[in-house]
């Protein structure tokens, strides 16, 4: 394989996983008339952070930027978070199921969730009540810190392992 060939397989368009959900999360803001910087600004991320968004670049976006981004920009949160990959409850994400995302809450350090409140104690049925939500975002938040940290520990076994085989 010569450099020219090296060259043009690295120039080929491998499809992003999250495309879709950066195109659905680009057409809303442009829809808006919101600048990059504007949107960004309000959702509390950075305007680069939203143009990796809107570009696919962001493998497993926080849910919690995406709840802002929601919010910010109209858009459901369930079908956001199905277009990045997430597992959502049966009859989320569609376009009918709810008109834009609930209130942020106010930040809060990673809580085990209490008590889980049954369907028909809710509101609404298609989305759980607010506070909910911020409860299972601050666990998958915990989640993918755990994992970050099993990455880390297997890595590093891993080497060790090829250490002692050396």
């Known amino acids: 394989m ?3 060939t090296i060259v ?3 120039k080929q368009q491998i499809p992003r996983p999250t495309q879709r959900m950066g195109d659905r999360i680009r057409a809303a803001r ?3 008339g919101r600048s990059t910087q ?3 600004a309000e959702a509390e991320i950075s305007s680069g952070y939203l143009f990796k968004l ?3 670049y962001v493998g497993t976006p926080s849910p919690r930027v995406l709840h802002r981004l929601a919010q910010v920009l109209g858009l459901d949160y369930w079908e956001l978070m199905g277009l990045a990959g997430y597992v ?3 009859g989320a994400g569609a376009p009918s199921a709810v ?3 609930p209130p942020l809450a106010s930040p809060r350090p990673f809580a ?3 008590p889980v409140e049954s369907p028909a104690s809710r509101a609404s049925p298609e989305l759980p009540a607010p506070d909910a939500l911020g409860r299972i975002a601050d666990a998958l938040e915990g989640i993918r810190e755990e994992l970050g940290m099993i990455r880390e520990a297997m890595a590093a076994q891993e080497n060790a392992s090829r250490g002692e085989n050396s």
Request: no cysteine.
């Open 2 to 4: 010569n450099v020219t």
């Open 8 to 10: 043009n397989v690295t």
């Open 30 to 32: 442009e829809a808006r």
């Open 38 to 40: 504007s949107a960004a």
């Open 54 to 56: 809107e570009s696919g």
């Open 88 to 90: 959502v409850p049966d």
């Open 99 to 101: 008109a834009a995302a």
């Open 112 to 114: 085990s969730p209490g």
